[in-house]
């Protein structure tokens, strides 16, 4: 199984995935869309975080290929691939 071909898995697949996820446990997922909202997000929080209900971080600078690893909602036989945009 080492040398399996690895099944692609798209960005917002997986981002879908963490967040069916997280909302068992009244967490959600949220995208960093800018640095620019003042007074600007704490520099730990990264592109993507993880809030509670009351939209609280509680994990910054989430990593969503490993995140997802970790909740186990990414197999070991998928792996995380960049968006082609088609035009």
Same mark, same amino acid.
């Given at each position: 199984l080492q040398n399996a071909p690895? !099944?692609?898995? *798209?960005?917002?697949?997986?981002?879908?995935?963490? *967040?069916r996820s997280l909302? %068992? /446990?009244d967490?959600?997922?949220r995208t960093c869309r800018s640095a620019r909202v003042a007074p600007g997000p704490? *520099?730990?929080?990264?592109?993507?975080y993880v809030v509670n209900?009351?939209?609280i971080p !509680?994990?910054? /600078? !989430?990593d969503l290929e490993e995140f997802g690893r #970790?909740?186990?909602?990414? %197999?070991?036989? #998928?792996?995380?691939? #960049? #968006?082609e945009v088609s035009r």
């Open positions: 690895r !099944v692609p898995v *798209s960005r917002r697949a997986l981002i879908r995935r963490i *967040s909302r %068992k /446990d967490q959600w997922l704490p *520099s730990w929080i990264g592109r993507y209900a009351d939209n !509680v994990e910054g /600078d !989430v #970790e909740l186990g909602v990414l %197999k070991p036989h #998928e792996r995380l691939v #960049e #968006e």
